[in-house]
């Protein structure tokens, strides 16, 4: 008889044991499932699109301060070499005249002194009444302009000696082009100086891309010498002609007041060709998509629900959305490709 109460006893506990998973089972079945995850608004910002293009640093022709003088000269001495960082004031070259520019000058002397002699004898014949009126006038006019030949011929050479021709400004010898013994003619550019102020970036841009640059636009560029730190310029102007040599566009970009790179070197740049108005946009990661239909999820009131939107650029960062979303809305951004449309939600 006890043995039969404890076989009841050890059967109904049993059946009791196995019956409290399933209620457990069914209690968690029916609690909805949530999911953690991480939003972000919908914002108003210029979308981040560039270009690369590539070109040289170079200086504004205004900004070069050319080295030459008005008659043949033979360079005494170079102080200087192309590259080299000067200060105002600071020698450059020594120059001569050579023996034809001397001869010159000598020449332009006799013939003054020539001429004031003339004059002087057409006076005293004047004043004996052997010379008229127009002698003397010729001769005074003739003394004049011999005497206006010596002063500019004066002028030019320098007094005839050695000329030091020094630096107008600080900067950078942008180029030189003489070497002590050789004569250079006159009037001939011989070498530059340039002011680092006007240092500009020379860029070449394809023709097809051109329309989306524009002046004032951001150019981020990095040496392609060091390829590291990142410097600033602005689009100065653009060309409307392709160049025969590069078959590019030339754009010209002004350095920013903090971006000191040496003239000359190679650059690699990004031309930023955003319009700059602002658009409505979100984090790549928010848009998801469903055949050629972009959607996203935004949470309301503890819910993702799902939201198809028409989509528009792609600057690599953020997605423009022109339609489906409103300014603020959040948008799940990490997390939204386990949801479900109504699906409850825990923002972390």
Known sequence: ??????????????????????????EDAAQPAVATVRVAPATLAPMRQSL???????????????LSVPYQARVVRVAVVAGQAVHKGDALIVLAPTAASTLEL?????????????????QQL?????????????????????????ASATARFGGGGERTLRAAHDGVVADLAA????????????????????????????????????????????????????????????GSQVDAQTRLIPVVA???DSAQVPP?????????????KPVLGVPRSAVLWEGARAYVFVVQAGKAARRFVDTGEDDGERIEIRSGLAANES????????LQDGMAVKVQ
């Open 1 to 26: 008889m006890e043995m039969t109460r404890f076989a009841t006893c050890w059967l109904a506990c049993a059946i009791l044991g196995a019956a409290a998973p399933i209620a457990h089972a069914e």
């Open 52 to 66: 690369t293009a590539y070109g040289t640093v170079d200086f504004s022709a205004d900004a070069l301060q050319p």
């Open 106 to 122: 000598q020449r332009a002397g006799n013939d003054a002194q020539f001429a004031r002699k003339e004059l002087a004898r057409t």
């Open 126 to 150: 004047f004043a004996q009444h052997l010379a008229t009126n127009t002698d003397l006038a010729t001769a005074e006019q003739a003394a004049h302009n011999a005497d206006a030949a010596l």
């Open 179 to 238: 070497h002590a013994g050789e004569v250079i003619a006159a009037d001939t550019e011989f070498a530059h100086v340039g002011d680092t102020s006007g240092l500009r970036l020379d860029l070449g841009v394809e023709p097809a891309a051109i329309a989306q640059v524009r002046v004032g636009a951001v150019v981020k560029f990095h040496l392609l010498q060091d390829g590291a730190s990142e410097r600033q310029a602005s689009v100065e102007r653009v």
């Open 254 to 256: 002004k350095l920013a």
């Open 264 to 276: 000359g070197v190679a650059v690699s740049a990004q031309i930023e060709t955003g319009s700059g």
């Open 331 to 338: 948008v799940v951004v990490l997390g939204n490709h386990e």
